[in-house]
């Protein structure tokens, strides 16, 4: 009954999946895993970032399109960005301006690198600038390499990161929001899909002090209740 | 149990408390199915943007805009328009003689027991439909919640509507309508300062989405007469699908209905301009989500802090529970009211009623969950089902009803043709025409040929049949 919506959505869902040159339909590369390793250096506000990737396709068994080339990209945010990474398998790969500050490259995959019917893939590049160092505070934006879309609706975490900063740091605020500590100076985060940054806000003189999310959590529970018993008072007096 | 566990919790308790304290306050069927026909402003301003702001919103706007671009946005620049027309134009003749369905309406407005029974039976199949999608939706977000089977999630999704839905009636909906507003409102407008600070503020948001997405503000995403069907097929759904329409019967004067309705229609207009701001935001931070309908979700789980995550994810569920609560409501009255009622048992007496009225919103909810359940109408997706329904309800009713109350020569015969005609085209077009155009006009311009033609060719209704409405009218 929905077949002709359905085949308009699909045709809408491939635009921007077209746009960076990858359509996800049969037979595509899908991410399956992406784990992360963020290293921030304390002096020089610069970051290495490690990715380790497992590449399949959306259905399960399928022979992996080895002849089709995986597209990466990359977001610059402000002067945070990435020009070229480098291949765990040896050689590095150049990331060329599109629109803005979107940069991509492609690569093709060699028979050696699957594993299991999974091609896995190490990369690892240097983020410059991602700092910013208003007084004790800072503000880190570590742009993320994204690959091809996660396979649909797995429900599982595809996208699985760790930062580490220094330990004097007290990270108040974080890009996903999940994130959280996890050893001295270490922090995790994971979720179903990759992110274009990992962010954080943090104190560097070691000070707790609440962050943005916190206050915004405090200020929603107050509304809500503040607004339930106005309610309930009027129901009341309705009732009576 | 979870911070997310402890919010859904604490909001469905609240939802109960609003159920409960209904139940007391509602004394007869006047209560039951229009909240006595005397709902101030806020109520029902809040209650008629509640019922709009549907998982087509926060779910299917978002979702669509995440892939096909802002071009989309100019579409649901029809609902303010659409609000309009209805205060201005169908309201002051339309609200004269107050009922407690759009059915009686028909019937009264088209001297018939019959067409009453037609009306009831659209109503009816095209809600069940409609209901399953937004099911479905609910199922799951419990799924990612509590990771519950999708399945019990729909069950436990629909038990809780009807809870609250059975024991309150209309009093009920309005006030978890009024709260839910709260809710979604909140979600969104917090949401959209804690997306900004990662991107730069909306300078920096705009420049990113271009650069994550080039089409993002052109008109290439999407074809533009299709972009221009869908704004008709909001605009004509906004004037007179009847779990709207019904809205106009609960508040208490015309002048509460300005005001209500010029309250939904700024709500209506902020909460989709942060839903924009969102699926910008979405764009940015994740650049490849394998579909457009996990963007919101992926912002309340990535973007916004725990709490509020859950509230935005509660939000979620309130925009489905407030619009289906409606629609139970409609097709509850249909199935009670103007199918039993009306030609099955006409003597029923008043205490049975209530009980009748009842089994009606039990029989019509428990319908969508059984089916799918038994794997009928699993997989299909809620905004295009939004806009099929959207599609249907007025092919069926606009020209009945707004035709009804501007037009004296309008006959019974115009109206049933209308509404047959008007859905069999919608339903034709939907499965044989082409994708390019919504249904919805091939669908009004069949029903508006067969209401003009078939009404100028039959008997002129009777002199009893329009006074109500055009009396004292120039």
């Known amino acids: 009954m929905y077949a002709r919506p359905l085949s308009w959505l699909l045709a809408v869902a491939l635009l921007p999946a077209a746009a960076s040159g990858q359509a ?63 291949l765990g398998q040896g050689g590095r790969l150049i990331l060329w301006p599109t629109v803005g500050s979107r940069k991509v490259a492609t690569v093709r995959l060699r028979a050696e690198d699957v594993r299991d019917g999974k091609a896995s893939l190490e990369v690892s590049y240097r983020v410059e600038d991602v700092l910013e160092t208003p007084g004790t505070a800072v503000h880190a934006r570590i742009p993320m390499l994204t690959g091809p879309p996660v396979r649909g609706e797995t429900g599982e975490d595809a996208f699985q990161a760790r930062l580490s900063v220094p330990e004097e740091w007290t990270v108040t605020e974080g890009f996903p929001s999940g994130l959280r500590a996890s050893g001295p100076g270490g922090y995790v985060v994971s979720l179903s899909v990759a992110p274009s940054i990992v962010g954080f806000r943090a104190r560097t003189d070691g000070d707790w002090r609440p962050g943005f999310p916190l206050l915004v959590d405090v200020l929603t529970i107050l509304i809500l209740v503040t607004f339930a018993g106005f309610g309930w008072r009027h129901l009341r007096r309705m009732a009576a | 149990m979870t911070a997310q566990m402890w919010v859904f919790l604490a909001y469905f308790c609240v939802v109960f408390g609003i159920g409960w304290y209904s139940l007391r306050a509602t004394r007869g069927e006047k209560d039951y199915w229009i909240a006595g026909g005397e709902l101030g402003w806020f109520t029902g301003g809040a209650t008629m943007a509640a019922t709009h702001t549907s998982a087509g919103t926060f779910v299917g706007t978002i979702g669509i805009m995440y892939t096909a671009g802002w071009s989309f946005g100019w579409v649901l620049l029809s609902i303010p328009l659409s609000y309009w027309f209805m205060v201005a134009v169908l309201a002051p003749r339309f609200t004269r003689q107050k009922e407690l369905t759009i059915p009686a309406f028909i019937e009264k407005r088209y001297y018939g027991k019959g067409i009453r029974g037609l009306a009831a039976g659209i109503i009816l199949v095209a809600t069940v439909v409609y209901i399953q999608a937004q099911i479905v939706a609910g199922g799951l977000i419990a799924n990612t919640v509590f990771g519950v089977p999708t399945t019990v999630g729909m069950v436990v999704f629909t038990a809780i509507l009807l809870v609250y839905t059975v024991v309150g009636g209309m009093v009920a909906v309005v006030y978890t309508d009024a709260f839910q507003l709260v809710v979604m409102g909140l979600g969104a407008l917090f949401a959209v300062p804690l997306a900004l600070r990662q991107v730069d503020g909306l300078d920096g948001l705009l420049m990113l989405a271009e650069s994550a997405n080039p089409l993002v503000f052109t008109f290439d995403a999407v074809p533009e007469v299709l972009l221009l069907t869908m704004a008709l097929s909001f605009f004509l759904g906004g004037i007179a699908t009847p779990e709207k329409l019904i809205r106009l019967y609960a508040m208490k004067d015309m002048r ?187 669908g009004f311009l069949v029903s508006g040929l067969l209401f003009v033609g078939v009404s100028l060719f039959t008997t002129p209704p009777p002199q009893t049949a329009i006074a109500p409405y055009f009396d004292d009218v120039h």
């Open chain 1, 24 to 86: 996800s339909e049969a037979g595509a590369w899908v991410t399956l895993l992406q784990q992360v390793d963020v290293e921030m250096g304390a002096g020089d506000g610069s970051a290495d970032v490690g990715v380790r990737l497992e590449l399949g396709t959306q259905e399960l068994g399928a022979p992996l399109p080895l002849d089709v080339p995986v597209t990466f990209e990359v977001l610059g945010f402000g002067n945070a960005t990435v020009d070229e990474v480098h």
């Open chain 2, 256 to 442: 509460t209905i300005r005001r209500g309705v010029l309250f939904a229609i700024v709500m209506i207009l902020a909460i989709n301009l942060l839903v924009f701001i969102l699926a910008l935001a979405a764009i940015v931070l994740f650049p490849t989500l394998p579909t457009g309908d996990l963007a919101m979700p992926m912002v309340a789980s990535a973007v916004l802090p725990a709490t509020l995550g859950a509230i935005m994810l509660a939000a979620i569920t309130a925009a489905m529970m407030s619009t289906v609560d409606s629609l139970l409501i409609v097709a509850g009255s249909a199935l009670s009211v103007d199918i039993y009622q009306n030609l099955i048992d006409p003597d029923v007496s008043p205490e049975r009623r209530m009980w009748v009225d009842r089994l009606g919103i039990l029989l019509v909810g428990s319908m969508p969950v059984a089916l799918l359940v038994s794997g009928i109408g699993e997989g299909e997706l809620v905004q295009f089902i939004v806009l099929l329904f959207t599609a249907l309800m007025a092919a069926a009713f606009v020209l009945p009803v707004v035709g009804g109350i501007l037009w004296r020569r309008a006959t019974k015969e115009g109206a049933a043709a209308a509404m047959v005609g008007g859905v069999t085209a919608t339903f034709a077009w939907e499965v044989l025409g082409t994708p390019d155009i919504e249904p919805v006009l091939c």
